[in-house]
């Protein structure tokens, strides 16, 4: 009977038991997992038992690039990365990676191989943001192929980053803005507020789409708690899930955006009476029914791709610059940081963890503030 037990918080061990040999001895396979509780155990011992029948579980000797692929995509992708970067990750692999490594023995491959690998992509024109990519997803299948113990070593580890040149982020100065400011009063209600909240409390897109209009609003504070972001993917459509770090945040706005957010929310509500049974509202990923304040008649959200859109033909239309829907954030924390605002208020606002990732993306703003620094004693020298 195959048994398992638990060696290390968070680790167990699997005997699977293969029958006698010649001899009279048993024969037993052992493979270690990352496991939370007895009950997920379980769960692994049945899915080993059925590859064991199925003639599926390989000697770690056996077991080549492909394989580990396959095993990557059912026991560790789906539950360790967002779907968005499971779906980017499976296609960089299978377009770009599989080919070169696809029968390959796993315990031989080297270091060395995986930096011939990259020197030979680079040599052939692969740019830089494409080879980084790649070797983020090399770097998650051999995690993947250390935890679960099928090498001893993770030799990815020893492969240098492909060097990468931050992309230039576009963004609207103070001119900009008061010209978006001027334009949006003639769009529909629901995209002229989405656009101010991206502009005013810089926030991505996904979170815009998600806020919910009961739970997320507090007009006595002028806050909103953004909580959640709208995803799309190929593989679930639709979803509503935690925010891009996992984290809440409460964002302050102005007095006259909340009227206006009041207003409108006023006019949602009794859209929503009017249908009644009609409105089906929508569930986030872990099963809370939300209401959102920006969705479809029926409450169902809409799709990222329609904000792009939407957005495109204002820009098109009134001939303001082209920078991304998402690029809203960016020109909102380019315009407080100018404004002498502290680059950890902005980070707090932007709701990064690091505030070297904020101090990153806004260098064009910092690069003024230093000059600006640098001539803070002329008015005193002369």
């Known amino acids: 009977m195959s048994t398992f037990r638990e060696v290390s918080p ?30 997920e155990a379980k769960k692994i011992l049945a899915r080993l038992e059925v590859e064991l029948m199925d003639g599926k579980l390989v000697d770690n000797n056996n077991i ?34 599989l080919p070169e490594f696809k029968k390959a023995k796993l315990h031989k491959i080297l270091a060395r191989d995986l930096i011939r690998y990259f020197n030979k992509e680079e ?21 993947y192929a250390k935890e679960f113990e099928y090498i001893r070593e993770n030799i990815s580890l020893e492969v240098p980053k492909p060097k990468v040149k931050p992309r230039k982020k576009d963004y609207y100065d103070e001119g900009e803005i008061i010209d978006v400011f001027k334009v949006i009063n003639d769009c529909r209600t629901h995209q002229r507020l989405m656009i101010t909240l991206a502009l005013t409390g810089a926030l991505r897109r996904g979170e815009v789409m998600a806020i919910d209009m ?16 709208v995803q799309k993917t190929k593989e ?65 959200p809409y799709s990222p791709s329609t904000v792009s859109q939407f957005w495109s033909r204002i820009v098109d239309r009134y001939k303001l610059k082209k920078i991304a829907f998402h690029d809203l ?10 404004k002498g605002f502290s680059m950890k208020a902005i980070q707090e606002r932007l709701g990064h ?30």
């Open 10 to 39: 968070g680790k167990y061990e699997f005997c699977l038991e293969l029958g006698y040999d010649t001899a009279g001895n048993r024969i037993r396979k052992y493979r270690n997992r990352p496991c939370k509780n007895d009950k």
């Open 64 to 97: 080549n690039f492909e394989m580990l692929y396959e095993k990557w995509k059912e026991e560790y992708a789906p539950y360790k990365l967002d779907p968005n970067t499971e779906e980017t990750y499976k296609y960089v692999i299978e377009k770009s990676i």
């Open 123 to 143: 040599k052939n024109g692969v740019g830089q943001y494409a080879l980084e990519k790649r070797h983020r997803c090399i770097r998650s299948l051999f995690k």
């Open 214 to 229: 009961d739970k997320d609003i507090d007009f006595e504070t002028n806050t909103i708690e953004i909580r959640h972001s």
């Open 236 to 300: 679930h459509g639709l979803r509503i899930k935690s925010t891009k770090t996992d984290e809440e945040r409460t964002v302050t706005f102005d007095a006259v955006t909340m009227k206006e957010i009041y207003e409108y929310r006023k006019e949602r509500k009794k859209e929503i009476m009017r249908i009644r049974d009609e409105y089906k509202g929508f569930k986030t990923v872990n099963g809370e029914h939300v209401d959102l304040l920006f969705a479809n008649i029926d409450g169902t």
């Open 329 to 338: 954030r960016h020109s909102s924390a380019s315009y407080l940081l100018s």
């Open 353 to 382: 963890k690091d505030i070297a990732t904020t101090m990153n993306l806004y260098t064009h703003v910092t690069k003024k503030m230093d000059s600006d620094l640098g001539n803070a004693f002329l008015e005193v020298r002369n």
